[in-house]
């Protein structure tokens, strides 16, 4: 994937998880500070590696077995699309982090994407107080025809879901947002397309939702990186 559209995504994470984290009062409601840059590490699924541990990075990697991560340091697993790649800490903030996984060809010049974002929260907010903070998010980083959908769950977690289009170095996306607050943190899973590819690519996003996992707060480290 060329690094305009790469870059295209990972500013959009940045600025949505930036003001977010400053609107639901991360870190004492002050805005994050870059602490990661994103992991070299990459693994395509249907190679002959049976179950890969990505190298060390600043921040702790994932456990990638064909299509299926596993990261307890964040308190997630997922089956991801068959032939996408993971490009894990895309962005890792004081107590925000996001992974990515990447469809293998671009489409209408940009690389889809179904990316995972965790931020902690200061405190208890319910799932309706904390999708009203996405949604003042959204609409501050220029969300057009934002269009917001409740009844859905994910992980056993009520879900509200945010579709709106959004511009990008003269790139213009279509996003999905899946929205939902469990064990102790908020959550967003967010696929970004070409305008009207949904057809092609919001039954994979089911299907990652569909596997989506919480794993037992135990098993969960804090966001923030070491050092």
């Known amino acids: 994937m060329s690094r305009v559209r790469r870059l295209a995504l990972i500013v959009t994470i940045a600025a949505t998880a930036a ?7 991360g870190r004492g409601g002050q805005a994050p500070t ?3 840059t994103p992991a070299s590490g990459t693994v395509v699924p249907g190679t002959a590696v049976v179950s890969t541990v990505v190298p060390n990075t600043p921040f702790p990697q994932p456990t990638i077995t064909g299509n299926h991560v596993e990261y307890p340091s964040k ?21 925000v982090t996001a992974d990515a996984f990447f469809a293998p060809e671009e489409v209408a010049g940009l690389q889809p994407s179904i990316s995972v974002s965790r931020e902690d929260l200061s ?13 003042k998010t959204a609409q501050a980083v220029g969300a057009e025809g934002l269009d917001v959908q409740g009844g859905s769950t994910v992980a056993g977690r009520e879900a509200s879901i945010l579709n709106y289009g959004l511009t990008r170095d003269s790139v213009r996306l279509e996003k999905r947002e ?34 989506f996992e919480l794993l037992a707060p135990a098993q969960a480290a804090p966001t923030s990186p070491p050092g």
Do not use: M, R
């Not at 032939?83 to 962005?91: M, P």
């Open 75 to 95: 308190g997630y697993s997922v089956e991801f699309p068959e032939g996408w790649t993971v490009d894990s800490n895309v962005l890792a903030y004081a107590g």
């Open 123 to 135: 405190e208890a907010l319910s799932p309706e107080t904390y999708l009203q903070e996405k949604v």
């Open 178 to 211: 899946v929205i939902f607050v469990g064990s102790g943190h908020g959550w967003v899973i967010t696929l970004t397309i070409p305008p009207g590819q949904g057809e092609t690519f919001y039954p994979l996003l089911e299907a990652f939702l569909g596997s």
């Open 19 to 25: 003001l977010g984290a400053a609107a639901c009062g």
């Open 34 to 36: 870059p602490k990661a």
